[in-house]
């Protein structure tokens, strides 16, 4: 899967969270300092390019809406993390976080049960 930027990532927030939406809405969710009207416009055209968006006429304009589901991307960024920082071990990526202190005892415990509950 495709990786996105940090604006077009932005924008798939914004459309994962509405459903579906023109650029003005989009724009109308950005936040401050937001960025010019055709600069949505754009980022939204690269997302149609890149398969993340399609649309749907409506009058004189286009209605934009997600084909990739958030999860799935989120999905496939963890992984891609996972295997290009952690040499693709999960275990390896949660023991960095434990050791950063960014992760306390209790929200490892609920990681763990999560994970039990699974298998």
């Known amino acids: 899967m495709k990786q996105l930027t940090k604006t077009e990532e ?4 914004i459309l994962w969270d509405l459903g579906e939406a023109n650029v003005a809405s989009i724009l ?3 936040p401050e300092p937001k960025p010019a009207y055709n600069t949505v416009s754009t980022i939204v055209r690269i997302l149609e390019t890149k398969e993340f968006v399609d649309y749907k006429k409506e009058g004189r304009g286009h209605i934009y809406f997600p084909k ?3 999860e799935t991307y989120s999905s496939a960024s963890m992984n891609k993390m ?3 920082y952690f040499n693709g071990s999960f275990k390896s990526m949660v023991s960095f976080f434990v050791k950063k202190k960014d992760m306390s005892v ?7 049960k999560e994970i039990n509950k699974d298998t």
């Open 82 to 84: 996972v295997n290009d």
């Open 10 to 13: 932005e924008v798939m927030q």
């Open 106 to 112: 209790t929200e490892l415990e609920a990681i763990l």
């Open 28 to 30: 109308d969710k950005m």
């Open 68 to 70: 990739v589901k958030k």
